[in-house]
C-alpha cells in the first residue's frame, strides 16, 4: 500500500491543474482500493454546499450539479463530523440521501474520509461498492492519507486561481491566504513583482574548450562586472542603510576574490571545462554543501551563493536579466528574496517582501527590520511563480500572505497601513517626555539593537538606554570572527553613541536559530543543544577576548552593562564571573583603567525562573528573555508555521514565571527587566509594569507607542487588570479581556491594528 501511495502522490503533485489532480486521484484510488466507486465533493464556501467535482464510477455528467447542504446526505455527515465514516450498508443510516442522476442506487458500502487543511473542512473523498463489506482499518487509514494529500492541492489550487466554476457564479480567483514566519512587522497592500533568478545554472552542460585564455578572460570580465554591480547596488542604498549593514554587499564582494569562488572556478576552466560550466560545478557543490546543513544561518548562504552564481552566469551568457518594471506600491516576491533584489526596486516603491524559503534570520530579514519594510518568510505554500502582477496583501505581524484579496480586506489593510503612518507621527511629539503613569509610576523605556541603524532609531524615539545589544549581528555579518581591535571598534561606536545612557551588551550568543558561516554547529535539536553561554564556555577564547573589548571600549565612558545568555544554573554562572574577572584583570595588567562593569544574567529557561533567587544573589541585574522563554516553556519553537500559533507570551504559564521572577529578583534587592517582543507589545507592557518589572527593553519602532499608552494609564489600573487576567486559564482570553479593557478605557488605537481584521 505504501509504493502505491507513494506513487499516487508523485503523480498528483505532477498534475497540471487541480481538475486533472482530482482526476488522477478518484482514478488511482478506485484500482488501489478494488473498489467500484471513488468521487471528490468539495466545499463552495460561497453556496457552503459540497459539491461533486470529481468520480470514477457514477454519472459523470453529474459533475458540477450534485451538490448537499453540510446537514444533508453522509458527505455533509463526514464534512460536519470531520471524520471518517465507514458503512456496511449505507442505505441504512438514517443520513442516507439517494441522488438518481449520480446512478448510485446499486452502491450498498460506504467509506468517506473528510478534506482537511489548517483545521479547515475543504471537501471530501467517497468510496462505494456493490457487495456489503466493512473497509479494513488499513483501507481507511490509505483513504485518510490521501484526502490529506488532496488538501494540500486544493490550497495550492485555490491561491492560482485554478477553482473555477465551483460556484454557480464560476468566478474565477478566489482569495487565499498562506501563513509563513513573520520577518519584519507592519502591514501592506500592493502588487505582486516575482522576481526569478536570472540565469538557471542547473541546465548549464559540460563542454570541453581548447581555448582556455579566452574563457579565463570571459570569467574574468564577468566576475568584475557583478563586482561593478554590487558597489552600484551598496551605494544606492548608501541613502536607506547605515555602514555596518552594507558590509552584507561586502560579504559578497569578498565571495567573488580570487580566494573565494573566483578562485576555484578559475581551476576548473584551466581543466579545459568552458567558464559556464566550470561556475555550474563549483557553485553547484557549494550550494550542496550549504543546504546539506541543518544549521539555519549556515542554510541561508546557500541563496548567497546561488544568486552571486546566477549574476556571473547572466554575464557570461551576455544576457543579463530582463528589466522588470516596478509599479507603486511593489511587493517583491521571490523563491529566494537576496539583499542585492532590494537594491534594484527604485526608492519610494517597495513596500513589502514576501520570500518563499528563509527565515526571520535572513539577511533579507535583517535588511527588512533595518529599513522598516514589513515582510513574511517561510511561505512554503505559496506558489509563487503564478502571482506575478496580482493584489497582494501581506501582514508582517503575523505572517501572513493574502492573493487576490477581496475589497473588503483591501480596505481593511490600506486603512492599517494609513493608521500606521499617521500613528508614527503623532508619536514623535512624546521624544522628549518621559514614560511615566498618570499617578506618577516611572517606567524606563530601553531598546534592543545590533544594526548601527538601530542606534539612530532608538535616539529618535527617546530611548533611555540599551537593554540588549545583540554582539552576534557583527559576527554574523563577517567571514570569520572578529578581532579583539575590530570588537573594540563596534563596542566603542554604540557606548559613545549611548554615552552617559546604560548600555547591556549580552555575550555572543550563538546556536539554534542563528549560527555563523564560519563556525559552523550542526545538531538534530538545535534549540535544546549548544547555544549561548554553552558555547562561548566550552571556548573561552571566544569568550574572554569578547569580554576584553568590551571592558576596553567602555574605558573614560563607564556605561558597560554585561549580560550572559541562556544560563541554567549557578555553576555555569560562576564559570562566566571568573572569566570576565580574569578577563577584567588583563586589562588592568594592559594599563586600561575601567570598573569592572555591573553583570547581569538572561532568564530564559525554565530552569533558571526557578533558581531566580540563587542567581540573583551572585549578579547585580537580571533580564528576562520572553521571546526564549515563551518557546521553553511552551516547546514551541516559533519559525515553525506549524506549530507558530501555539506560540503565546500570554499564556497563564508565562504570566506565572514572569511573575515569580520578578518577586524573586526583588526579594534579593536586584533590579529586573524584560527584553523580547513582549516588552515591546504595549498591551503586554501594562502588565509588565503591573508585575513591578523595573524597565522594559524593545525594538525602537515600538518604543512610542508602549510610552503613549503607559502615559494614558495608572498604575492602580494596571494592577487591577493584571489581578484580573491571572485569574484567567486561557491565552486567548486573556488577550481579548486586555485588548476590550484597552479599548473601555478609549485606548484602542494603540493595539495592533491587523489584530482586528477578520480573514
Same mark, same amino acid.
Request: with cysteine; aromatic share 6%.
Given at each position: 500500500?505504501?509504493?502505491?501511495?507513494?506513487?499516487?502522490?508523485?503523480?498528483?503533485?505532477?498534475?497540471?491543474?487541480?481538475?486533472?489532480?482530482?482526476?488522477?486521484?478518484?482514478?488511482?484510488?478506485?484500482?488501489?482500493?478494488?473498489?467500484?466507486?471513488?468521487?471528490?465533493?468539495?466545499?463552495?464556501?460561497? %453556496?457552503?454546499?459540497?459539491?461533486?467535482?470529481?468520480?470514477?464510477?457514477?454519472?459523470?455528467?453529474?459533475?458540477?450539479?450534485?451538490?448537499?447542504?453540510?446537514?444533508?446526505?453522509?458527505?455533509?455527515?463526514?464534512?460536519?463530523?470531520?471524520?471518517?465514516?465507514?458503512?456496511?450498508?449505507?442505505?441504512?443510516?438514517?443520513?442516507?440521501?439517494?441522488?438518481?442522476?449520480?446512478?448510485?442506487?446499486?452502491?450498498?458500502? *460506504?467509506?468517506? $474520509?473528510?478534506?482537511?487543511?489548517?483545521?479547515?473542512?475543504?471537501?471530501?473523498?467517497?468510496?462505494?461498492?456493490?457487495?456489503?463489506?466493512? *473497509?479494513?482499518?488499513?483501507?481507511?487509514? *490509505?483513504?485518510?492519507?490521501? $484526502?490529506?494529500?488532496?488538501?494540500?492541492?486544493?490550497?495550492?489550487?485555490?491561491? %492560482?486561481?485554478?477553482?473555477?466554476?465551483?460556484?454557480?457564479?464560476?468566478?474565477?480567483?478566489?482569495?487565499?491566504?498562506? !501563513?509563513?514566519?513573520?520577518?519584519?512587522?507592519?502591514?501592506?497592500?500592493?502588487?505582486?513583482?516575482?522576481?526569478?533568478? &536570472?540565469?538557471?545554472?542547473?541546465?548549464?552542460?559540460?563542454?570541453?574548450?581548447?581555448?582556455?585564455?579566452?574563457?579565463?578572460?570571459?570569467?574574468?570580465?564577468?566576475?568584475?562586472?557583478?563586482?561593478?554591480?554590487?558597489?552600484?547596488?551598496?551605494?544606492?542604498?548608501?541613502?536607506?542603510?547605515?555602514?555596518?549593514?552594507?558590509?552584507?554587499?561586502?560579504?559578497?564582494?569578498?565571495?567573488?576574490?580570487?580566494?573565494?569562488?573566483?578562485?576555484?572556478?578559475?581551476?576548473?576552466?584551466?581543466?579545459?571545462?568552458?567558464?559556464?560550466?566550470?561556475?555550474?560545478?563549483?557553485?553547484?557543490?557549494?550550494?550542496?554543501?550549504?543546504?546539506?546543513?541543518?544549521?539555519?544561518?549556515?542554510?541561508?548562504?546557500?541563496?548567497?551563493?546561488?544568486?552571486?552564481?546566477?549574476? /556571473?552566469?547572466?554575464?557570461?551568457?551576455?544576457?543579463?536579466?530582463?528589466?522588470?518594471?516596478?509599479?507603486?506600491?511593489?511587493?517583491?516576491? $521571490?523563491?529566494?528574496?537576496?539583499?542585492?533584489?532590494?537594491?534594484?526596486?527604485?526608492?519610494?516603491?517597495?513596500?513589502?517582501?514576501?520570500?518563499?524559503?528563509?527565515?526571520?534570520?535572513?539577511?533579507?530579514?535583517? *535588511?527588512?527590520?533595518?529599513?522598516?519594510?514589513?515582510?513574511?518568510?517561510?511561505?512554503?505554500?505559496?506558489?509563487?511563480?503564478?502571482?506575478?502582477?496580482?493584489?497582494?496583501?501581506? =501582514?508582517?505581524?503575523?505572517?501572513?500572505?493574502?492573493?487576490?484579496?477581496?475589497?473588503?480586506?483591501?480596505?481593511?489593510?490600506?486603512?492599517?497601513?494609513?493608521?500606521?503612518?499617521?500613528?508614527?507621527?503623532? @508619536?514623535?511629539?512624546?521624544?522628549?517626555? &518621559?514614560?511615566?503613569?498618570?499617578?506618577?509610576?516611572?517606567?524606563?523605556?530601553?531598546?534592543?539593537?545590533? /544594526?548601527? +541603524?538601530? !542606534?539612530?532609531?532608538?535616539?529618535?524615539?527617546?530611548?533611555?538606554?540599551?537593554? /540588549?545589544?545583540?554582539?552576534?549581528?557583527?559576527?554574523?555579518?563577517?567571514?570569520?570572527?572578529? $578581532?579583539?581591535?575590530?570588537?573594540?571598534?563596534?563596542?566603542?561606536?554604540?557606548?559613545?553613541?549611548?554615552?552617559?545612557?546604560?548600555?547591556?551588551?549580552?555575550?555572543?550568543?550563538?546556536?539554534?536559530?542563528?549560527?555563523?558561516?564560519?563556525?559552523?554547529?550542526?545538531?538534530?535539536?538545535?534549540?535544546?543543544?549548544?547555544?549561548?553561554?554553552?558555547?562561548?564556555?566550552?571556548?573561552?577564547?571566544?569568550?574572554?577576548?569578547?569580554?576584553?573589548?568590551?571592558?576596553?571600549?567602555?574605558?573614560?565612558?563607564?556605561?558597560?552593562?554585561?549580560?550572559?545568555?541562556?544560563?541554567?544554573?549557578?555553576?555555569?554562572?560562576?564559570?562566566?564571573?571568573?572569566?570576565?574577572?580574569?578577563?577584567?584583570?588583563?586589562?588592568?595588567?594592559?594599563?586600561?583603567?575601567?570598573?569592572?562593569?555591573?553583570?547581569?544574567?538572561?532568564?530564559?529557561?525554565?530552569?533558571?525562573?526557578?533558581?531566580?533567587?540563587? @542567581?540573583?544573589?551572585?549578579?547585580?541585574?537580571?533580564?528576562?528573555?520572553?521571546?526564549? /522563554?515563551?518557546?521553553?516553556?511552551?516547546?514551541?519553537?516559533?519559525?515553525?508555521?506549524? !506549530? +507558530?500559533?501555539?506560540? =503565546?507570551?500570554?499564556?497563564?504559564?508565562?504570566?506565572?514565571?514572569?511573575?515569580?521572577?520578578?518577586?524573586?529578583?526583588?526579594?534579593?534587592?536586584?533590579?529586573?527587566?524584560?527584553?523580547?517582543?513582549?516588552?515591546?507589545?504595549?498591551?503586554?507592557?501594562?502588565?509588565?509594569?503591573?508585575?513591578?518589572?523595573?524597565?522594559?527593553?524593545?525594538?525602537?519602532?515600538?518604543?512610542?507607542?508602549?510610552?503613549?499608552?503607559?502615559?494614558?494609564?495608572?498604575?492602580?489600573? +494596571?494592577?487591577?487588570?493584571?489581578?484580573?487576567?491571572?485569574?484567567?486559564?486561557? &491565552?486567548?482570553?486573556?488577550?481579548?479581556?486586555?485588548?476590550?479593557?484597552?479599548?473601555?478605557?478609549?485606548?484602542?488605537?494603540?493595539?495592533?491594528?491587523?489584530?482586528?481584521?477578520? +480573514?
Amino acid at each position: 500500500m505504501l509504493n502505491t501511495l507513494r506513487k499516487i502522490v508523485q503523480e498528483v503533485n505532477a498534475a497540471k491543474d487541480l481538475k486533472s489532480a482530482l482526476g488522477i486521484i478518484v482514478q488511482r484510488v478506485k484500482e488501489a482500493m478494488g473498489s467500484q466507486v471513488c468521487s471528490v465533493y468539495l466545499l463552495d464556501p460561497e %453556496t457552503n454546499r459540497f459539491v461533486l467535482m470529481a468520480t470514477d464510477g457514477l454519472n459523470k455528467r453529474s459533475i458540477g450539479k450534485v451538490s448537499m447542504a453540510p446537514n444533508e446526505g453522509l458527505v455533509g455527515l463526514v464534512g460536519t463530523r470531520e471524520e471518517p465514516l465507514n458503512l456496511e450498508d449505507a442505505a441504512a443510516h438514517p443520513r442516507y440521501r439517494y441522488f438518481a442522476e449520480t446512478g448510485e442506487e446499486r452502491y450498498a458500502s *460506504f467509506l468517506g $474520509s473528510p478534506i482537511i487543511h489548517h483545521r479547515r473542512v475543504m471537501g471530501v473523498l467517497v468510496i462505494q461498492q456493490k457487495e456489503r463489506r466493512q *473497509f479494513d482499518e488499513g483501507e481507511e487509514a *490509505f483513504l485518510v492519507t490521501m $484526502s490529506a494529500q488532496l488538501a494540500g492541492v486544493i490550497a495550492h489550487a485555490e491561491a %492560482t486561481g485554478s477553482i473555477r466554476g465551483l460556484g454557480r457564479q464560476g468566478k474565477g480567483i478566489q482569495e487565499a491566504k498562506f !501563513v509563513g514566519v513573520p520577518g519584519s512587522p507592519g502591514a501592506a497592500v500592493g502588487t505582486a513583482v516575482v522576481v526569478l533568478p &536570472p540565469a538557471d545554472l542547473e541546465v548549464v552542460p559540460d563542454k570541453h574548450v581548447d581555448d582556455v585564455e579566452a574563457e579565463l578572460a570571459l570569467f574574468s570580465t564577468a566576475l568584475e562586472g557583478v563586482r561593478r554591480d554590487m558597489r552600484a547596488l551598496s551605494a544606492k542604498m548608501a541613502t536607506q542603510l547605515r555602514k555596518e549593514e552594507r558590509a552584507l554587499f561586502d560579504v559578497y564582494l569578498m565571495m567573488l576574490e580570487d580566494a573565494a569562488l573566483g578562485n576555484e572556478v578559475v581551476k576548473v576552466i584551466k581543466t579545459g571545462q568552458w567558464a559556464q560550466g566550470a561556475l555550474r560545478q563549483v557553485v553547484s557543490e557549494h550550494v550542496n554543501r550549504f543546504e546539506l546543513m541543518d544549521d539555519a544561518y549556515l542554510r541561508e548562504r546557500a541563496s548567497d551563493v546561488k544568486d552571486l552564481g546566477r549574476r /556571473l552566469l547572466a554575464y557570461l551568457q551576455q544576457a543579463r536579466q530582463q528589466t522588470l518594471t516596478y509599479p507603486d506600491n511593489t511587493i517583491l516576491v $521571490s523563491e529566494e528574496l537576496s539583499p542585492s533584489m532590494l537594491g534594484e526596486v527604485p526608492e519610494g516603491k517597495l513596500v513589502g517582501l514576501v520570500s518563499v524559503l528563509g527565515s526571520g534570520n535572513s539577511h533579507v530579514a535583517i *535588511f527588512a527590520r533595518a529599513m522598516g519594510i514589513p515582510t513574511v518568510m517561510g511561505a512554503v505554500d505559496l506558489p509563487y511563480s503564478k502571482i506575478d502582477g496580482i493584489q497582494l496583501i501581506i =501582514d508582517g505581524y503575523h505572517g501572513e500572505v493574502f492573493t487576490n484579496p477581496s475589497e473588503l480586506l483591501r480596505k481593511q489593510y490600506a486603512d492599517v497601513v494609513e493608521e500606521e503612518r499617521q500613528l508614527s507621527q503623532g @508619536l514623535d511629539a512624546l521624544r522628549a517626555l &518621559p514614560c511615566e503613569t498618570l499617578d506618577g509610576h516611572r517606567m524606563p523605556l530601553w531598546v534592543n539593537t545590533g /544594526l548601527l +541603524a538601530d !542606534v539612530a532609531r532608538a535616539q529618535e524615539r527617546g530611548a533611555e538606554g540599551v537593554g /540588549l545589544y545583540r554582539t552576534e549581528v557583527p559576527f554574523m555579518i563577517n567571514e570569520r570572527f572578529p $578581532s579583539e581591535k575590530e570588537q573594540l571598534a563596534i563596542y566603542r561606536e554604540q557606548l559613545q553613541a549611548f554615552h552617559p545612557l546604560p548600555v547591556t551588551m549580552r555575550s555572543l550568543d550563538i546556536g539554534g536559530d542563528k549560527a555563523l558561516s564560519y563556525f559552523p554547529i550542526k545538531e538534530d535539536n538545535p534549540f535544546l543543544g549548544w547555544r549561548g553561554i554553552r558555547v562561548t564556555l566550552d571556548h573561552p577564547e571566544i569568550f574572554l577576548v569578547q569580554t576584553r573589548a568590551m571592558l576596553k571600549a567602555s574605558e573614560g565612558l563607564n556605561n558597560l552593562r554585561i549580560l550572559l545568555p541562556m544560563i541554567s544554573g549557578v555553576q555555569e554562572l560562576e564559570e562566566a564571573l571568573h572569566l570576565i574577572h580574569r578577563a577584567w584583570g588583563e586589562v588592568r595588567d594592559e594599563g586600561t583603567d575601567v570598573p569592572l562593569p555591573p553583570i547581569g544574567v538572561m532568564i530564559e529557561i525554565p530552569a533558571a525562573v526557578y533558581q531566580t533567587r540563587e @542567581l540573583a544573589r551572585q549578579v547585580d541585574f537580571l533580564s528576562v528573555g520572553s521571546n526564549d /522563554l515563551t518557546q521553553y516553556l511552551l516547546a514551541v519553537d516559533r519559525n515553525n508555521p506549524r !506549530v +507558530a500559533d501555539l506560540y =503565546d507570551f500570554y499564556h497563564p504559564a508565562v504570566l506565572q514565571a514572569l511573575m515569580k521572577v520578578v518577586e524573586d529578583a526583588h526579594a534579593e534587592g536586584k533590579p529586573v527587566s524584560i527584553c523580547g517582543e513582549m516588552a515591546g507589545d504595549p498591551a503586554a507592557a501594562v502588565l509588565l509594569t503591573a508585575m513591578g518589572f523595573d524597565s522594559l527593553s524593545m525594538n525602537a519602532t515600538n518604543l512610542p507607542k508602549v510610552k503613549w499608552l503607559l502615559r494614558q494609564v495608572t498604575m492602580t489600573k +494596571a494592577q487591577d487588570l493584571l489581578s484580573k487576567v491571572m485569574k484567567i486559564d486561557n &491565552p486567548h482570553l486573556v488577550d481579548s479581556t486586555l485588548q476590550l479593557a484597552l479599548r473601555n478605557l478609549g485606548l484602542g488605537r494603540m493595539i495592533n491594528p491587523a489584530s482586528d481584521i477578520q +480573514a
